[in-house]
Nanobody
Framework: QVQLVESGGGLVQPGDSLRLSCAASGRTIYSYPMAWFRQAPGKEREFVAGFSWSGDRTYYADAVKGRFTVSKDNSKNTVYLQMDNLKPEDTAAYYC?????????????????WGQGTQVTVSS
C-alpha cells in the first residue's frame, strides 16, 4: 500500500509557474513508477507526465512537453511537477498516481494508487 498527498496548486496568471509536490508514504517511490494526471471539469482524466518502470525515463503529454518537468527525490519520497509558462487550458485538478504492476505508463487504469488531487487554475 502507498498513500499519496499532493500539494502546491493554486490560482496563477498565464505565463506563471507552479511546482506541485506528491509526498508518498507506506512504500518508497522507487518501488512504484509514479505519474501525474489531470482532469478538467467535464473532461476525462488525462496523462500529464510520468516515469518508466525502471525510473530512468520520463514521458510527457504533447500538450505539456517543453513546459512541464517531472522529477523525484527518493530521499524525500516525493515526486514533483514543475509547470512553467502555464496556460488557461492547463486549468484542472492534478493527481499523482503510483503504478503497482505492468501496463501503459500513460493509461490511468495502470495505476493502483491515487492522491486526492490539487487544483490548478490559470486565469487572468
Amino acid at each position: 500500500q502507498v498513500q499519496l498527498v499532493e500539494s502546491g496548486g493554486g490560482l496563477v496568471q498565464p505565463g506563471d509557474s507552479l511546482r506541485l509536490s506528491c509526498a508518498a508514504s507506506g512504500r518508497t517511490i522507487y518501488s512504484y513508477p509514479m505519474a501525474w494526471f489531470r482532469q478538467a471539469p467535464g473532461k476525462e482524466r488525462e496523462f500529464v507526465a510520468g516515469f518508466s518502470w525502471s525510473g530512468d525515463r520520463t514521458y510527457y503529454a504533447d500538450a505539456v512537453k517543453g513546459r512541464f518537468t517531472v522529477s523525484k527525490d527518493n530521499s524525500k519520497n516525493t515526486v514533483y511537477l514543475q509547470m512553467d509558462n502555464l496556460k488557461p487550458e492547463d486549468t484542472a485538478a492534478y493527481y499523482c498516481a503510483a503504478r503497482a504492476s505492468g501496463g501503459s505508463v500513460k493509461e490511468a487504469p495502470s495505476y493502483a494508487y491515487w492522491g486526492q488531487g490539487t487544483q490548478v487554475t490559470v486565469s487572468s
